[in-house]
């Protein structure tokens, strides 16, 4: 029975390996969401001149839509960043430590994970960043029809303040 139990156990701890499908396929569609961001910040910067040839009353609305642009590009490049530390990550919690990683210095002290919740926090700062960033690419769009309308959009600064400062607070 102590020899059944023994391989199973081996098993068991070989099992860890899974993870790697896991990570694969985070650093794949990281790698895919920078490449898909990089394309729409170069498409975004060739329509630039277009600003400088508009009228000026039409500027106003290309630039609205600019900017929401390039936020919806920072979203972008924020989500390929979560799947490269999602990545990175379950990497460090179940297969190894990467030793790149410490040998590297400075750079390596984001990527330092634990824990699961270490990993859960990380992940849970870049989500907040990005909910931060969708509400403001949306605001740019809204339009205010009643005063309870920009009563809505006061609220909703007032809880995204708040989301960041507990936000903030949670490492302490």
Request: glycine share 6%.
């Amino acid at each position: 029975m102590k020899m059944i139990e023994k391989y199973f156990e081996k098993f068991l701890w070989g099992s860890r390996h899974m993870v790697l499908i896991a990570v694969i396929a985070s650093l794949l569609l990281s790698l895919l969401l920078f490449l898909i961001t990089v394309v729409d910040v170069f498409g975004l910067l060739l329509h630039a001149a277009d600003y400088f040839a508009v009228s000026t009353d039409d500027r106003k609305s290309l630039k609205i839509e600019m900017v929401a642009h390039t936020v919806g590009a920072i979203d972008g490049f924020l989500l390929a960043t979560i799947l490269l530390i999602f990545a990175l990550g379950l990497y460090e919690l179940f297969i190894s430590e990467i030793d790149e990683a410490k040998h590297s210095g400075q750079s390596a002290k984001v990527l330092v994970i634990n824990s699961l919740d270490d990993l859960k926090s990380k992940l849970a700062k870049v989500i907040l960043m990005i909910l931060v960033v969708t509400f403001f690419e949306v605001s740019l769009s809204m339009g205010f029809n009643t005063p309870l309308d920009l009563v809505y959009f006061s609220l909703g600064i007032i809880l995204v303040s708040l989301a960041l400062y507990f936000g903030s607070k949670s490492k302490h």
